[in-house]
C-alpha cells in the first residue's frame, strides 16, 4: 500500500517521469549517431567507458556526481578529435575501425579521462578548502554582528537569559532558582 502511495505522490508532483534524462539523452544520441556513421558510434562506445564506469560509482549521489562530470567532459575531448576525423572525412567501416583499434588512439582517449579524475582530486580539495575559508570568515562576521546588536540592544537578545512563560525576562534571583530546580 505505502508503495502506491509513493508512486501517486511522484506522479502529483510530476517527478514520475524518467530517472536520469541526462543517461537517456545519450542513448539518443548513441542510437542516432549509429543511424549516421557506424564506426563513429563505436569510437564512443568503446571511448566513454571510463565515463559509463565513473556514472556507475556516483550512483545516486553522494557527491560523487562532479567526478562523473568531469570524468565525461574529459573523455569527450579526448574521443572529438577522432570523432571528427571519422566524421569529416567520410571514412568507411574499415578504416573507422582501423581508428577503433588502434592502441594509441585508446591510451589518448583513456588518459584524458584520468585527467578528468585528477582534476576531480585537486580541484575539489581546493574548492572545499576554500568554501570552508570563506565560512570561517562569515562566521567572524555574524559574531560580530551579534557582539554590535548585544551592545546596541541589551544582553536580552542573546538568548541566554532564562524567560518566563510569557517571554519575559526573569528577575535575576529568580533565574538562580530556576537552575537550581532543573538541576534536580
Not at 543517461?23 to 558510434?41: H, K, N, T
Not at 569510437?43 to 556526481?65: E, K, N, S
Request: with cysteine; proline share 5%.
Amino acid at each position: 500500500m505505502a508503495a502506491k502511495e509513493k508512486k501517486a505522490k511522484k506522479e502529483k508532483n510530476g517527478k514520475g517521469g524518467i530517472a536520469n534524462p541526462g543517461l537517456s539523452l545519450a542513448v539518443i544520441c548513441i542510437v542516432i549517431l549509429g543511424l549516421v556513421s557506424l564506426p563513429a558510434m563505436l569510437l564512443l562506445l568503446i571511448g566513454m567507458l571510463p565515463t559509463l564506469g565513473a556514472v556507475l560509482a556516483a550512483g545516486d549521489g553522494g557527491g560523487r556526481g562532479a567526478r562523473a562530470l568531469s570524468v565525461a567532459f574529459m573523455n569527450f575531448a579526448g574521443c572529438f578529435p577522432f570523432l571528427l576525423k571519422i566524421i569529416v572525412s567520410h571514412m568507411g567501416f574499415d578504416k573507422g575501425i582501423e581508428i577503433i583499434a588502434d592502441p594509441m588512439v585508446l591510451v589518448m582517449i583513456y588518459a584524458t579521462a584520468g585527467t578528468g579524475y585528477v582534476l576531480d582530486a585537486f580541484l575539489s580539495g581546493y574548492i572545499s578548502s576554500f568554501l570552508f575559508s570563506r565560512a570561517q570568515a562569515r562566521l567572524v562576521q555574524i559574531e560580530a554582528r551579534q557582539k554590535d546588536l548585544e551592545q546596541r540592544w541589551g544582553p536580552e537578545v542573546t538568548g541566554k537569559i532564562p524567560l518566563d512563560e510569557e517571554g519575559f525576562p526573569l528577575p535575576q534571583d529568580a533565574s538562580r532558582i530556576v537552575k537550581k530546580e532543573g538541576a534536580r
